[in-house]
């Protein structure tokens, strides 16, 4: 046996097999180091359970298919030239065929490669496969008669330009992996024991070399582990963070707060009192509030909002409010600003349109503190905003906002108190990783004079029904609302849309009625005027893009149709559900299916059975993906290697345990045990510590 030669740390152009070029190819994917290399995992691996025998495929089938090349070339037709290949894998034959690129797979493949090929079965003069997604393998890989595990690794075009592919890969980590002596573990011996981890050392050799499927499936679980951990680290750190600090505590919750409690047209509910009494209880404290405040559309969080601002200006320091789009800020500031000024709290508007002389006369006030209460956009976070005492953000659909606006935000004050609101319902174990940090209240209760919405998915064939039901609840004096869906590659066609609709139904199907438009492209004072127009009931039937999404607030409004239904998130959907029955009648949602496909029926169906939000986000989360999930990209929001959001539930929540004991333990992560997890932690997590401090 010859002695180690290879450094974790080392620069990979050193490494035999890899050189100055491919260097600089691997770097390019942010792959520098051996230990960078060893986290480049497989996308996948080959073995007996992912790989079927040609014998056992069935047309239609997605498989998995590793075989020798038999015969190969290309093969003119009428109407084009094709390139054709025939696998064999000892149990049938296979025929890949390729429409483009003749003249590159001429020169790539070869008569006795070895192949994997993924794709879907056709029958066509036998089985085929039509442009298949293809890795070249050693010649004695076979899986299924050698019952080997073969990593699948992703390849970039900038990998394959130098040739690295997966032989080449497989080869340089296979030498790596011989060259280096026992890879340091990241985590104490106590902790691999607790939580039943393999070592760091195995879990590199066994994702790249396994030997069993027990190997394998040992070394996933450890790297899963591992991501989640240092997520989890990140949230019990900046949990501390917010809690080691001091802040003014706001004990006061006296006649203001009782006027307004007075003044209220409903009684609270339970779930709002609740979630009121956690509110002051931590206001109260000389440590910040960091707490995000979940509830379903209509379920009453403003009015909580509301409550919070009181205490802050009845404690005498200011409030800022942020709301991801001028349409919801306006609305808060209708709503919010209507209870306060019952008790004569001054509040103002703040957004990116704001006239330049008023905006300068708010931001004197704000700087002198003669304006306790500002609602905003991100018109809140500009440079020259000062605030005299800044005590409580409140941040209403905080996963719109990214980690760096937040903290905009709070940096204007001095550690203010923080209530997070959301309607997204957002699952339990996403909820976990997304904001682990924060203290959850949840109103998980309606207010009482409240019905179920009532939904239906139509045709289109069925939509004068819809218009004729519609006639007849305007007629009955009440309102109703026709959305579009925002169409990603061109944001007009959804305004056109609308324009188009609200141009031939008020001619035709809802002639004599009064029917409005809404849309983002228009003009702050167009927008305001349809928007006052319809909550006063001069308009009955208002037409209008997504931009209704959030913020309207009309109780009237008994019916809501949404177009091209099966274009939204679910969680979308349920949001726009949620505007209508606000009031003492029912609500009805109907839903235009205009894409017949399985997973529109499936999802669209969802909507038709449950009211419930966490139901449904957690049917979206299970059918989109959480990349999908929120509808956005995630700002600043970690990117797993080959943690899952969706599937590691138990494994988060181990993760989650280990990473806030270890921090209750030894906050700074100094002892010397973890000396080398908070090396890692620093160099990898370093873009996402903002304003947590290890010292
Ligand atoms: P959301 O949680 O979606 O922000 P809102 O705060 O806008 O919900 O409340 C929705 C509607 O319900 C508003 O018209 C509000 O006045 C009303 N509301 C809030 N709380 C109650 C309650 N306890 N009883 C009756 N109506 C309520
Ligand atoms: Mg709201």
Known sequence: MTAPTVQINADL???????????????????????????YFPRRHLDRTTITPIRSLNSGDTATIVGKILACGEKPTRRRKLFQAILSDGSGQLKLVWFRGGDYMKRTLKIGDQLAVSGKIDFFNGFQMVHPEYDKLNADDDPLNSGKIIPLYPLTTGLKKVRLDQRPLRRILQ?????????????????????????RDNAFRWIHYADSEDQLTAAIHRFKFEEHFFLQLLMALRRKAVKSEQ????????ELVKSVYASLPFPLTEAQKRVLSEIRHDLAQPTPMNRLLQGDVGSGKTVVAVFAAVIAAENGVQTAIMAPTEILARQHYHSIGGYLEKVNIPCALLVGKTASAERKKLLTALAEGRLPVVIGTHALIQEDIGFHRLGLAIIDEQHRFGVVQRGTLLSKGYHPHVLAMTATPIPRTLALSYHGDMDVSVIDEMPKNRQPVVTRVVLPEQLEKVYQFIRDEVDRGHQAMIVYPLVEESEKSDLAAAVKAQDILSRTVFKGYTVGLLHGRQKKDAKEAEMSAFAENRLSILIATTVIEVGIDVPNATVMLIEHADRFGLTQLHQLRGRVGRGQDKGYCILVKRNQTEIADQRLKIMEETTDGFAISDADLRLRGPGEFFGLKQSGFIRFKIADLVKDGPIIRQARQAAFELIKRDPHLRKQDHATLRNHFLHHYQQYLDYVRIS
Do not use: W
């Open 13 to 39: 152009q050193f490494i035999k097999g890899v050189g100055p070029v491919r260097a600089q190819a691997l770097s390019k994917l942010g792959i520098n180091t051996v230990e960078d290399l060893l986290y």
């Open 175 to 199: 030498s790596v992996l011989t060259g280096l002596s026992a890879i340091p573990d990241l985590f104490p011996p106590v902790l691999l024991q607790e939580y039943g981890l393999t070592s």
């Open 247 to 254: 802040t003014t505590p706001l004990p006061l919750a006296g």
